[in-house]
Nanobody
Framework: QVQLVESGGGAVRTGGSLRLSCAAS????????LGWFRQGSSSEREFVAA????????DYDNSVKGRFTISRDNAKNTVYLQMNSLKPEDTAVYYC??????????WGQGTQVSVSS
């Protein structure tokens, strides 16, 4: 079982920055593919970014490319999402997720990000 705990959400203005963190426990961290998803108030949960177990491969949704950066520190069992140039449409609850295979099996409790114009 993998436990994921997010932190770092908050309220910023358009153009601002936030860094989300997600601490993992319960499984060898360096075997996990990690990702970030988000869910707005009137939408489905959507993919934001993912990073491979080694950190050598990353993937982003087109809506955040060039603005968000996912990274991981395997020594600290933590994955990060640096969010720059935030827009009101980035407002959502952001979830950390982990998988060992194809399916995202493990989820954090979510952290709120609010961007005002």
């Amino acid at each position: 079982q993998v436990q994921l705990v997010e932190s770092g959400g908050g309220a910023v203005r358009t153009g601002g920055s936030l860094r989300l963190s997600c601490a993992a426990s319960g499984h060898p961290f360096n075997r996990l593919t990690l990702g970030w998803f988000r869910q707005g108030s009137s939408s489905e949960r959507e993919f934001v970014a993912a990073i491979s177990w080694s950190g050598g491969s990353t993937d982003y949704d087109n809506s955040v490319k060039g603005r968000f950066t996912i990274s991981r520190d395997n020594a600290k069992n933590t994955v990060y999402l640096q969010m720059n140039s935030l827009k009101p449409e980035d407002t959502a609850v952001y979830y950390c997720a982990a998988k060992l295979g194809v399916t995202w099996n493990y989820w954090g409790q979510g952290t709120q990000v609010s961007v005002s114009s």
